[in-house]
């Protein structure tokens, strides 16, 4: 699969950016969360569980935003958006441990919510920014 | 009117932060754009033309949501949602440029685009973070 990252962008998904995922709840309005994340190269992952909000939205709705800032240059900033593909149980946590130290954060060795943990893989349809 | 904005993140709104607009696209799916924004103790009041697909956005669908990290310390966040509830023209652009200032920008004082330019106010009717 080719994704649609521009090149001159793509250094916002390698790096341990935060970034502000959109989503429709179930009622048609707008929401937006900080997210950490991880680019395999083709899709988004995130850490999350399926007893929050994001969640119940997604399983409406699957459309995803998700946008970067360069930290260093907040007018540089990149769009994705696509869907949720995927939904894998992480039930030791693992993912959001591997997370948790792209981030420089040591919380995530002992997850108190791991059996709900999952991981949620994001397509690549389209991307913009500059 | 009370603002439901919490006080231990007030100061989010009243410094020059970058934010996450996330508005819902005509076909159902999430759009996530930075934005600059002005918070006058009621309302976010943000700078935008009617030309862009935000605007087409919200006609369709008023509801927003804005999420504005904390630069020094991204754990810190807050998210406001509402809807866009007045468009108010800035045919001179004033608005636009007192938000360049605000931003310490230069580049609004001969907007190419007056003519479309537009202050859009949301709501805040409910805001959350931590």
């Known amino acids: 699969?080719?994704?649609v990252i521009p090149d001159d962008l793509r250094?916002?998904?390698?790096?341990?950016?935060?970034?502000?995922?959109?989503?429709v709840r179930p009622d048609g309005t707008a929401q937006v969360n900080p997210m950490w994340?991880?680019?395999?190269?083709?899709?988004?992952l995130f850490t999350h569980t399926t007893k929050?909000?994001?969640?119940?939205?997604?399983?409406?709705?699957?459309?995803?935003?998700?946008?970067?800032?360069?930290?260093?240059?907040?007018?540089?900033?990149?769009e994705v958006r696509g869907r949720l593909v995927e939904v894998t149980p992480d039930p030791e946590?693992?993912?959001?441990?591997?997370?948790?130290r792209r981030y420089g954060s040591s919380g995530q060795e002992n997850s108190p919510d791991k059996a709900d943990r999952v991981i949620l893989a994001?397509?690549?349809e389209w991307a913009g920014g500059h």
């Open 52 to 78: 929050r909000q994001k969640f119940r939205n997604l399983e409406e709705n699957p459309s995803m935003s998700f946008m970067v800032f360069d930290p260093a240059n907040p007018y540089r900033y990149l």
């Open 11 to 23: 250094d916002l998904l390698d790096d341990p950016n935060y970034g502000a995922l959109g989503t």
């Open 93 to 100: 946590a693992e993912f959001y441990a591997r997370l948790g």
């Open 1 to 3: 699969m080719t994704t």
């Open 37 to 44: 994340f991880e680019f395999d190269g083709e899709r988004l």
């Open 122 to 124: 994001m397509s690549v």
